[in-house]
C-alpha cells in the first residue's frame, strides 16, 4: 500500500483550534532523581575526562513535578530528565513551536524518526492536544526503512500506532513514502514530492544553501553515533547534492533504506536530539564532550542552521556527570 502526498496545498492563514473533550491533564509525580543522585547532577559540573570542568550553567526546572537537570555543553542546549519526564518536557517544545510558526506562517512542518516517535505520547494529552492546530501539521520522516508501511519495521506505522492516529492531521499531510519502489525509486519519489511542496510553498528553503528547511526535526542518534540513516563510514554521509538518498545495505536489518542528507539536516530551523538509554551514552559523550574535531560520526557532523536541543534521559547521560 502507498500513499500519495502530491496533492497537499499551500500554508493557509489559522483556522479554528480543534479540541477534544474528555482530556485530563497530566498529574504530577515525583523528581526522578534521589536526594543524593539530584545533589550531584544540580551542584556539581559537568566534568570532561574526570578533570577539566565543561563551561555549563546549570540549572533546575519543574515538568509536571519533575526536576530537570539544564546545561549548556559547547553551546548544546541539554536537559536530562526520567523518560516520563522527556516526553511532558518535549510535548511542550514541540507545541510552543507548533504554534509560533503556525501564528508566523499558517503552517508547521515536522519531521519524524523511528526513535524519537514515541516520545510524543503527551502531545495527544491535555493541555497540548487542545492548544495545537493539528490541521496545519505536515508530517515527514528524516528516514524510512523501504517496506510496505504496514511491516512492523516501519517509522510510519510506529508513529501511527502511537501518535498520528490519535491526532486529527489530515492524511494527505502525513508524507509517507511510496512502498511499491525499490528503494533507489523510493528516494527519487519522495525528493520529488518535497520539492512540489516547497513550489506550493509548504515547506521554505534555506537562504544559505538552498536545502528544504523545515521547522522542526525530532531526530535519535544510534549508538554508533548515526542519524536517520546516515551510518559510519557509509557514503551516503558525503551526499552533498540529493534531498534524499538511499542505501541497501544498512548495518541493520532491513538493509534497503532512504534517509535526508546531512545538507537537508542541517537546514532545519529547529533540530531535538531525543536520545535515550544508557546504550548511547558513550555516542552522547562524544557529540557533546570531544567535538567535531575529535571524531568523525554522523552526529559530528550535524550542525543545524538554527537551534538544535538535546532531551536525554539520564542513562544516556551517564558519562557526562564523572
Known sequence: MATSTLFSLSCTPQSRLITRQGSHPISSTMSFLSPQVGQKHLYHPLRHNGISPISMNPGRTHVGGSVSVKASL?????EVFSKEHLAVSLAKYVSNLSNKFIREKGCFTVVLSGGSVKYLKKLVDSPYYDQIEWSKWHIFWADEKVVP????????KLAYDGFISKVPIPPHQVNTIDDALPADGVADV??????RLVERKVITTSSETGFPKFDLMLLDMGPDGSVASL?????????ARKWVTFLKNAPKPPPERIT???????SASNIA?????????????????KGPSNGKLPIHFVSPEGEVKWFLDKGAASRLYR
Open 190 to 195: 519522495y525528493e520529488t514530492s518535497l520539492r
Open 273 to 289: 536530539m531525543v536520545v535515550t538509554g544508557a546504550g548511547k551514552a558513550d555516542a552522547v559523550y562524544s557529540a557533546l564532550v
Open 149 to 156: 508501511i504496514t511491516h512492523v519495521d516501519s517509522n510510519y
Open 74 to 78: 559547547n553551546n548544546n542546549d541539554v
Open 231 to 239: 551510518f559510519p563510514g557509509y557514503p551516503e554521509v558525503n551526499e
Open 260 to 266: 535526508f542528507s546531512l545538507p537537508v539536516l542541517n
